[in-house]
């Protein structure tokens, strides 16, 4: 069974450039959180969706950030325009209510480098 | 204060020792917390949950939860090479399906 598929796996990108994350959950699960990690700040939560609807998006930094699940097997992080400080792995994870252990399960995660 | 906060590391161990690794959160209505393991370079991992207070077991895997103290720990007995990565405590609240995670320790077996 196919779990979380993320991709670009790698970004290396200059300042200002648009750069788009993408994200497959596991088919059935109903909850798909962004997350974003740094040595400095840990794992951070950017903006989870029930459903296919955002739930919480307090995390996301700025405007310049969005995030969209037009379906349920399909997410995508944007940021626009990008800047260095925004150099660090998104997570994309997916989770299952009904299973209610809390257990996230994670992809590989895609790092992103903004020059 | 941060929601959730965990001792810092790194922690190194010799091969067999008793990892300890010690986790606190500032919210009250907190009700699940998590251990997830995460290797250089990898995506986090469950491997331990708990609700009550009290410990649960797992294998060399024990968490220890005390509700009153906002307090969480995980033990890992008998230490392997193949424990050493970072350990990431999570805490969810009861109105809340999001996971808070802290910064991690970071575990070094020594063989």
């Known amino acids: 069974d196919a779990g979380v598929i993320q991709s670009p796996r790698h970004e290396v990108t200059e300042m200002g450039q648009e750069v788009t994350l993408r994200c497959k959950p596991i088919s059935g699960h109903d909850y798909l959180f962004w997350y974003r990690q740094t040595m400095m700040r840990g794992l951070e939560l950017l903006i989870y969706f029930n459903n296919n609807v955002p739930i919480d998006d307090s995390g996301m930094p700025e405007d310049r950030f969005s995030a969209k699940m037009p379906n349920a097997s399909f997410s995508t992080l944007k940021i626009q325009p990008s800047e260095p400080r925004d150099s660090a792995v998104y997570f994309c994870?997916?989770?299952?209510?009904?299973?209610?252990?809390?257990?996230?399960?994670f992809g590989e995660g895609s790092r992103l480098t903004v020059l | 204060q941060k929601e959730v906060e965990q001792n810092s590391g790194p922690l190194s161990v010799p091969e067999g020792a008793i990892a300890s690794l010690n986790c606190t959160y500032s919210d009250r209505g907190s009700q699940s917390f998590f251990w997830y393991r995460q290797y250089s370079g990898k995506s986090p991992e469950l491997i331990m949950f708990?609700?009550?207070?009290g410990d649960k077991e797992d294998g060399r895997f024990t968490a220890q939860l005390n509700k009153a103290s906002q307090y969480v720990s995980l033990l890992i007995r008998d230490s392997q090479p193949s424990d050493s990565a970072t350990y990431l405590c999570a805490v969810r609240r009861s109105n809340d399906y999001k996971l808070s995670f802290g910064a991690g320790t970071t575990v070094t077996v020594r063989a």
């Open positions: 708990i609700y009550s207070n």
């Open positions: 994870a997916s989770s299952l209510l009904i299973i209610n252990t809390g257990e996230l399960f």
